[in-house]
């Protein structure tokens, strides 16, 4: 399915453009190796890598994204729009400082199981979480998957 029309109009010509706009973002993004200080990995941009990137791991700006805590034991990253959720989801952090734990991207058809005691916030989580895999699988076509590596430092963005 195209979404191009739900992303960007239904103008042929601005949506090439945003394309053209993507690609050439990317590219850049692929020969310095991140995604650059203070800027989200957003969706669109994730698709990017998995599609063309060959499974070479993005490095991302972690100041840059929000860690909620769902339950006890359960973390999301969810920077707005949600619609990026898709690109960060469920993540762990280190205890010690906060820092989100490197993870890799791939969209193999994973069901999260509902445990049997979860909580309302919990069987909400898990079931948008599920609902966005398999959303996400059948706009990604095929790809490579690949890790996205958290960073916290001005440095690591030189």
């Known amino acids: 399915m195209d979404y191009t029309g739900i992303l960007y109009g239904n103008d042929k010509e601005q949506a090439e453009q945003k394309r053209e706009q993507l690609d050439d973002r990317m590219f850049r993004v692929f020969v ?7 800027n989200k990995q957003t969706y669109e941009q994730a698709k990017w ?17 929000t860690v909620w805590r769902t339950s006890k034991n359960s973390q999301i990253v969810a920077p707005m ?9 469920h993540v762990s952090t280190n205890p010690a400082n906060g820092r989100i734990y490197d993870a890799g991207y791939d969209f193999e058809p994973k069901v999260m199981a509902m445990p049997q005691n979860a909580d309302i916030v919990d ?27 958290y960073r916290y430092e001005d440095k690591d963005f030189e």
């Not at 310095?32 to 203070?38: N, R, T, Y």
């Not at 060959?54 to 100041?63: A, F, I, Q, S």
């Not at 966005?132 to 990604?140: F, K, S, T, V, W």
Request: charged share 30%; hydrophobic share 35%; proline share 5%.
């Open 123 to 149: 069987k909400v989580r898990i079931t948008s979480r599920n609902f966005l895999n398999e959303l996400a699988i059948d706009e990604h076509g095929k790809g490579t998957p690949f890790k996205i590596v």
């Open 32 to 38: 310095d190796g991140h995604a650059g200080k203070g």
């Open 81 to 89: 729009p949600l619609d990026d959720l898709k690109v960060h989801g």
């Open 49 to 65: 890598w998995w599609r063309n990137a060959g499974g070479k791991p993005l490095v991302v700006d972690g100041r840059e994204l």
